[in-house]
Protein backbone atom coordinates (compact mmCIF):
# COMPACT_ATOMS: atom_id res chain seq x y z
CA UNK A 1 0.00 0.00 0.00
CA UNK A 2 2.97 2.51 -0.58
CA UNK A 3 1.37 3.65 -3.57
CA UNK A 4 -1.45 4.84 -1.98
CA UNK A 5 0.54 6.40 1.09
CA UNK A 6 2.35 8.51 -1.16
CA UNK A 7 -0.82 9.30 -2.86
CA UNK A 8 -2.26 10.67 0.14
CA UNK A 9 0.58 12.82 1.76
CA UNK A 10 1.23 14.12 -1.10
CA UNK A 11 -2.32 15.47 -1.38
CA UNK A 12 -2.35 16.40 2.25
CA UNK A 13 0.82 18.24 2.42
CA UNK A 14 -0.58 20.32 -0.39
CA UNK A 15 -3.65 21.07 1.01
CA UNK A 16 -2.09 21.74 4.25
CA UNK A 17 -0.50 24.55 2.61
CA UNK A 18 -4.13 26.43 2.79
CA UNK A 19 -5.54 24.71 5.85
CA UNK A 20 -3.43 25.03 8.44
CA UNK A 21 -2.29 23.22 11.59
CA UNK A 22 -5.68 20.71 10.73
CA UNK A 23 -3.81 17.45 9.63
CA UNK A 24 -5.92 15.02 11.32
CA UNK A 25 -9.37 17.14 9.81
CA UNK A 26 -7.22 17.11 6.02
CA UNK A 27 -6.26 13.48 6.45
CA UNK A 28 -10.20 12.34 6.97
CA UNK A 29 -10.89 14.69 3.75
CA UNK A 30 -8.50 12.56 1.86
CA UNK A 31 -9.66 9.14 3.06
CA UNK A 32 -13.55 10.70 2.43
CA UNK A 33 -12.10 10.98 -0.86
CA UNK A 34 -10.42 7.53 -1.26
CA UNK A 35 -13.69 5.35 -0.61
CA UNK A 36 -15.56 7.30 -3.29
CA UNK A 37 -17.91 8.83 -0.42
CA UNK A 38 -19.09 12.00 0.87
CA UNK A 39 -18.27 14.78 3.73
CA UNK A 40 -20.38 16.91 5.74
CA UNK A 41 -18.46 19.75 7.39
CA UNK A 42 -20.61 20.75 10.33
CA UNK A 43 -18.89 24.25 11.88
CA UNK A 44 -19.44 27.92 12.30
CA UNK A 45 -18.60 30.53 9.51
CA UNK A 46 -14.88 31.47 8.54
CA UNK A 47 -13.11 28.29 9.69
CA UNK A 48 -11.91 27.19 6.26
CA UNK A 49 -14.89 24.76 5.04
CA UNK A 50 -14.40 26.29 1.47
CA UNK A 51 -10.96 26.70 1.37
CA UNK A 52 -10.64 23.07 2.12
CA UNK A 53 -13.36 22.13 -1.09
CA UNK A 54 -10.94 24.56 -3.12
CA UNK A 55 -7.80 23.07 -1.83
CA UNK A 56 -8.49 19.33 -2.61
CA UNK A 57 -10.09 20.32 -6.01
CA UNK A 58 -6.85 21.80 -7.22
CA UNK A 59 -4.44 19.29 -6.03
CA UNK A 60 -6.44 16.55 -7.77
CA UNK A 61 -6.85 18.64 -11.23
CA UNK A 62 -10.43 18.05 -11.11
CA UNK A 63 -13.30 20.53 -11.57
CA UNK A 64 -15.03 22.35 -8.97
CA UNK A 65 -18.46 24.02 -8.22
CA UNK A 66 -19.98 25.89 -5.66
CA UNK A 67 -23.56 25.78 -4.67
CA UNK A 68 -24.58 28.43 -2.54
CA UNK A 69 -27.92 26.80 -0.90
CA UNK A 70 -30.79 29.68 -0.19
CA UNK A 71 -34.58 28.92 0.67
CA UNK A 72 -36.25 30.08 -2.47
CA UNK A 73 -33.47 27.45 -4.87
CA UNK A 74 -35.05 25.03 -7.11
CA UNK A 75 -33.65 21.78 -7.71
CA UNK A 76 -33.70 22.52 -11.29
CA UNK A 77 -30.96 25.36 -10.32
CA UNK A 78 -28.83 22.04 -8.52
CA UNK A 79 -29.11 18.89 -11.11
CA UNK A 80 -29.72 20.79 -14.50
CA UNK A 81 -32.77 21.80 -16.90
CA UNK A 82 -33.98 20.99 -20.30
CA UNK A 83 -34.19 23.94 -22.99
CA UNK A 84 -35.88 24.56 -25.72
CA UNK A 85 -33.50 24.91 -29.01
CA UNK A 86 -35.56 27.23 -31.75
CA UNK A 87 -32.45 25.86 -34.26
CA UNK A 88 -32.82 22.28 -34.01
CA UNK A 89 -36.24 22.08 -32.81
CA UNK A 90 -35.04 20.00 -29.90
CA UNK A 91 -34.86 20.27 -26.06
CA UNK A 92 -30.98 20.11 -24.93
CA UNK A 93 -30.05 18.97 -21.35
CA UNK A 94 -28.24 22.56 -19.63
CA UNK A 95 -26.16 20.76 -16.68
CA UNK A 96 -26.09 22.06 -13.12
CA UNK A 97 -23.43 22.70 -10.69
CA UNK A 98 -24.24 18.96 -9.76
CA UNK A 99 -22.00 17.45 -12.83
CA UNK A 100 -18.73 18.59 -11.36
CA UNK A 101 -15.97 16.56 -9.47
CA UNK A 102 -15.64 18.51 -6.15
CA UNK A 103 -19.03 20.05 -5.19
CA UNK A 104 -19.66 22.09 -2.38
CA UNK A 105 -22.66 22.25 -0.82
CA UNK A 106 -22.73 25.62 0.99
CA UNK A 107 -24.82 25.72 4.00
CA UNK A 108 -27.23 22.70 3.06
CA UNK A 109 -29.78 23.39 5.24
CA UNK A 110 -30.84 26.57 4.12
CA UNK A 111 -32.28 25.05 0.97
CA UNK A 112 -36.02 23.76 1.44
CA UNK A 113 -36.28 19.64 1.80
CA UNK A 114 -37.64 19.68 -1.78
CA UNK A 115 -33.94 20.50 -3.32
CA UNK A 116 -31.89 18.90 -0.29
CA UNK A 117 -33.98 16.06 -1.83
CA UNK A 118 -31.96 16.55 -5.52
CA UNK A 119 -28.90 15.35 -4.02
CA UNK A 120 -29.90 12.18 -3.49
CA UNK A 121 -29.92 10.29 -6.59
CA UNK A 122 -26.84 12.23 -7.25
CA UNK A 123 -24.36 11.14 -4.27
CA UNK A 124 -25.87 7.39 -4.05
CA UNK A 125 -26.09 6.36 -7.62
CA UNK A 126 -23.96 9.12 -9.33
CA UNK A 127 -26.53 10.09 -11.96
CA UNK A 128 -28.77 12.78 -12.01
CA UNK A 129 -32.06 12.20 -14.22
CA UNK A 130 -33.89 15.28 -15.43
CA UNK A 131 -37.52 15.14 -17.65
CA UNK A 132 -37.31 11.62 -17.49
CA UNK A 133 -33.08 11.12 -18.98
CA UNK A 134 -30.60 9.91 -16.66
CA UNK A 135 -27.14 11.66 -16.91
CA UNK A 136 -24.33 9.99 -15.53
CA UNK A 137 -21.86 11.64 -13.68
CA UNK A 138 -18.14 11.90 -13.96
CA UNK A 139 -15.63 10.07 -12.09
CA UNK A 140 -14.23 10.98 -8.89
CA UNK A 141 -17.36 12.48 -7.57
CA UNK A 142 -17.66 13.97 -4.24
CA UNK A 143 -19.91 16.30 -2.48
CA UNK A 144 -18.57 18.34 0.10
CA UNK A 145 -21.66 19.61 2.19
CA UNK A 146 -21.35 22.52 4.99
CA UNK A 147 -23.71 23.66 7.83
CA UNK A 148 -23.54 25.93 10.20
CA UNK A 149 -24.42 23.74 13.77
CA UNK A 150 -24.97 27.60 15.95
CA UNK A 151 -27.51 29.08 13.62
CA UNK A 152 -31.00 27.74 12.75
CA UNK A 153 -33.31 30.33 11.82
CA UNK A 154 -34.59 29.85 8.74
CA UNK A 155 -33.49 26.55 8.40
CA UNK A 156 -34.39 22.76 7.44
CA UNK A 157 -32.57 20.15 9.24
CA UNK A 158 -31.71 17.24 7.01
CA UNK A 159 -33.93 14.10 7.47
CA UNK A 160 -31.99 11.04 8.52
CA UNK A 161 -32.21 9.78 4.87
CA UNK A 162 -29.88 12.76 3.68
CA UNK A 163 -27.59 12.26 6.70
CA UNK A 164 -27.07 8.76 6.07
CA UNK A 165 -25.79 9.68 2.47
CA UNK A 166 -22.90 11.30 3.93
CA UNK A 167 -19.53 8.62 4.45
CA UNK A 168 -18.41 11.11 7.32
CA UNK A 169 -19.50 14.21 9.21
CA UNK A 170 -16.08 16.61 10.75
CA UNK A 171 -16.18 19.80 12.31
CA UNK A 172 -12.56 21.74 11.73
CA UNK A 173 -12.95 23.92 15.23
CA UNK A 174 -10.98 26.94 15.88
CA UNK A 175 -6.90 27.41 15.35
CA UNK A 176 -4.59 27.83 18.54
CA UNK A 177 -3.37 31.33 18.60
CA UNK A 178 -0.03 29.97 16.74
CA UNK A 179 -2.00 28.69 13.32
CA UNK A 180 -4.14 32.22 13.75
CA UNK A 181 -0.48 33.96 13.53
CA UNK A 182 0.39 31.64 10.53
CA UNK A 183 -2.78 32.46 8.89
CA UNK A 184 -2.41 35.97 9.37
CA UNK A 185 1.75 35.82 7.71
CA UNK A 186 0.58 33.59 4.87
CA UNK A 187 -2.37 35.83 3.87
CA UNK A 188 -0.19 39.47 4.29
CA UNK A 189 0.06 39.61 0.20
CA UNK A 190 -2.32 36.84 -1.09
CA UNK A 191 -4.02 34.15 -0.38
CA UNK A 192 -2.36 30.53 -0.30
CA UNK A 193 -4.93 29.00 -2.20
CA UNK A 194 -4.02 31.25 -5.61
CA UNK A 195 -0.67 29.87 -5.66
CA UNK A 196 -2.04 26.10 -4.54
CA UNK A 197 -0.49 23.56 -7.26
CA UNK A 198 -1.86 20.14 -8.83
CA UNK A 199 -0.14 17.07 -7.58
CA UNK A 200 -1.55 14.20 -8.94
CA UNK A 201 -4.52 13.64 -11.57
CA UNK A 202 -8.44 12.12 -11.03
CA UNK A 203 -6.92 9.16 -13.36
CA UNK A 204 -4.27 8.39 -9.83
CA UNK A 205 -7.16 9.21 -7.78
CA UNK A 206 -9.58 6.69 -9.53
CA UNK A 207 -7.02 3.35 -9.19
CA UNK A 208 -5.61 4.41 -5.69
CA UNK A 209 -9.51 4.25 -5.17
CA UNK A 210 -9.74 0.62 -6.72
CA UNK A 211 -6.39 -0.49 -4.71
CA UNK A 212 -7.94 -0.19 -1.59
CA UNK A 213 -10.16 -2.80 -1.93
CA UNK A 214 -7.55 -5.23 -1.70
CA UNK A 215 -6.92 -4.24 1.97
CA UNK A 216 -6.99 -7.25 4.26
CA UNK A 217 -10.41 -7.24 7.32
CA UNK A 218 -9.92 -10.26 9.92
CA UNK A 219 -13.23 -11.62 10.78
CA UNK A 220 -12.55 -10.46 14.16
CA UNK A 221 -12.13 -6.91 12.48
CA UNK A 222 -15.52 -7.32 10.87
CA UNK A 223 -17.42 -8.70 13.67
CA UNK A 224 -16.05 -5.62 15.85
CA UNK A 225 -17.45 -2.82 13.51
CA UNK A 226 -20.45 -4.81 13.63
CA UNK A 227 -20.79 -5.47 17.51
CA UNK A 228 -20.54 -1.27 17.84
CA UNK A 229 -22.97 -1.14 15.38
CA UNK A 230 -25.32 -3.29 16.53
CA UNK A 231 -24.77 -1.45 20.21
CA UNK A 232 -25.44 1.56 18.41
CA UNK A 233 -29.13 0.28 18.02
CA UNK A 234 -29.71 -0.86 21.63
CA UNK A 235 -28.50 1.29 23.82
CA UNK A 236 -30.74 3.25 25.85
CA UNK A 237 -30.25 6.86 25.05
CA UNK A 238 -30.54 6.17 21.11
CA UNK A 239 -33.77 6.40 19.59
CA UNK A 240 -32.73 5.29 16.27
CA UNK A 241 -29.10 3.60 15.54
CA UNK A 242 -26.94 3.18 12.61
CA UNK A 243 -28.26 1.80 9.68
CA UNK A 244 -25.96 -1.09 7.86
CA UNK A 245 -24.48 1.83 5.51
CA UNK A 246 -22.94 2.81 8.16
CA UNK A 247 -21.72 -0.49 9.33
CA UNK A 248 -20.25 -0.53 5.44
CA UNK A 249 -18.60 3.10 6.23
CA UNK A 250 -16.81 2.27 8.97
CA UNK A 251 -15.40 -1.02 7.40
CA UNK A 252 -14.68 1.53 3.95
CA UNK A 253 -12.92 4.14 5.73
CA UNK A 254 -10.95 1.81 8.01
CA UNK A 255 -8.99 0.19 5.16
CA UNK A 256 -8.42 3.63 3.97
CA UNK A 257 -6.69 4.98 7.29
CA UNK A 258 -4.76 1.28 6.89
CA UNK A 259 -3.69 2.47 3.60
CA UNK A 260 -2.82 5.73 4.54
CA UNK A 261 -0.85 4.67 6.87
CA UNK A 262 1.07 2.51 4.98
CA UNK A 263 -0.32 -0.55 6.15
CA UNK A 264 -2.31 -3.62 3.81
CA UNK A 265 -4.51 -4.92 6.73
CA UNK A 266 -6.28 -3.04 9.01
CA UNK A 267 -6.12 -2.92 12.93
CA UNK A 268 -8.71 -2.05 15.79
CA UNK A 269 -7.35 1.16 16.16
CA UNK A 270 -8.39 2.24 12.50
CA UNK A 271 -11.73 1.44 13.30
CA UNK A 272 -11.73 3.41 16.76
CA UNK A 273 -10.31 6.64 15.29
CA UNK A 274 -12.85 6.44 12.72
CA UNK A 275 -16.02 5.19 14.98
CA UNK A 276 -17.30 8.23 15.73
CA UNK A 277 -17.04 10.71 12.17
CA UNK A 278 -18.72 7.14 10.05
CA UNK A 279 -21.60 6.82 12.63
CA UNK A 280 -22.05 9.56 15.07
CA UNK A 281 -24.76 11.55 12.18
CA UNK A 282 -25.95 8.18 12.24
CA UNK A 283 -27.04 7.81 15.74
CA UNK A 284 -30.40 9.93 16.81
CA UNK A 285 -30.18 10.44 20.47
CA UNK A 286 -33.86 10.02 22.26
CA UNK A 287 -36.08 12.78 23.52
CA UNK A 288 -35.36 11.88 27.26
CA UNK A 289 -31.66 11.92 26.89
CA UNK A 290 -31.41 15.02 25.05
CA UNK A 291 -32.90 16.50 28.43
CA UNK A 292 -29.98 15.17 30.12
CA UNK A 293 -28.32 16.38 27.60
CA UNK A 294 -26.43 13.26 26.51
CA UNK A 295 -25.15 13.35 22.79
CA UNK A 296 -23.97 11.11 20.23
CA UNK A 297 -20.09 11.59 20.90
CA UNK A 298 -20.24 10.39 24.46
CA UNK A 299 -22.57 7.49 23.28
CA UNK A 300 -19.74 5.94 20.95
CA UNK A 301 -16.85 6.86 23.41
CA UNK A 302 -18.92 4.43 26.31
CA UNK A 303 -19.24 2.00 23.28
CA UNK A 304 -15.48 2.41 22.65
CA UNK A 305 -14.68 2.04 25.90
CA UNK A 306 -16.48 -1.32 26.68
CA UNK A 307 -16.87 -2.83 23.53
CA UNK A 308 -14.29 -5.62 23.74
CA UNK A 309 -11.29 -5.09 21.16
CA UNK A 310 -10.39 -7.92 18.87
CA UNK A 311 -7.36 -10.51 20.15
CA UNK A 312 -7.74 -9.34 23.81
CA UNK A 313 -8.88 -10.84 27.02
CA UNK A 314 -11.90 -9.12 29.21
CA UNK A 315 -10.30 -9.06 32.55
CA UNK A 316 -11.89 -10.70 35.43
Given amino acids: MKAVQTFANHLIDNVEKVIYGKRDIVELTAICLLCQGHLLIEDVPGV ?24 DMLPADVTGTSIYNQKTGEFEFRAGPIMAQIVLADEINRATPKTQAA ?15 THSLNRPFLVLATQNPIEYEGTFPLPEAQLDRFLMRISLGYPTAEQQIAILDAQQYSHP ?71 DYVIPDDVKALAKTTLGHRVIISPAARIKDVDTGSILEEMLRTTPVPGTKVRG
Fill in 48 to 71: GKTMLAKALSRSIGGSFKRIQFTP
Fill in 193 to 263: IDTTAQVTNTSDLLAMQEQLKSVYVDNLIKQYIVQLVDRTRSHPDVYLGASPRGALALYRTSQARAAVHGR
Fill in 119 to 133: LLEAMEERQVTVDGI
